[in-house]
Nanobody, 117 residues
Framework: QVQLVESGGGLVQAGGSLRLSCVAS????????MRWFRQTPGNERELVAI???????DDGEFMMGRFTISRDNAKNAVFLQMNNLHPDDTAVYLC???????????WGLGTQVIVSA
């Protein structure tokens, strides 16, 4: 059974930093495309960053280089380092993976990030 558990959210002032973690079980992050999304009430989920099993990363385009995705294969975890946070970054941040067949989406419960002005 696949589980994704996020942590690291919290309240931070504008300009501050947070590092989010997503610990996976039931799949290997080194062989799975992992994504971070974020969502605010009433809005669709927004893709923040991607890291593929081969290590391809796409994070700068989405967040103007403020966010960096990485992973630790030994911990079976992916991370999202967020710097120079803005109040507009306030959201629930969710970890996502897809089954090898591409048929099943896995989501964590999310971690809340609140950025105060």
């Amino acid at each position: 059974q696949v589980q994704l558990v996020e942590s690291g959210g919290g309240l931070v002032q504008a300009g501050g930093s947070l590092r989010l973690s997503c610990v996976a079980s039931g799949l290997s992050v080194s062989r799975t495309t992992m994504r971070w999304f974020r969502q605010t009430p009433g809005n669709e989920r927004e893709l923040v960053a991607i890291i593929t099993g081969s290590g391809f990363i796409d994070d700068g385009e989405f967040m103007m280089g403020r966010f960096t995705i990485s992973r630790d294969n030994a911990k079976n975890a992916v991370f999202l380092q967020m710097n120079n946070l803005h109040p507009d970054d306030t959201a629930v941040y969710l970890c996502h993976a897809v089954s090898p067949s591409g048929e099943i989406d896995y989501w964590g419960l999310g971690t809340q990030v609140i950025v105060s002005a």
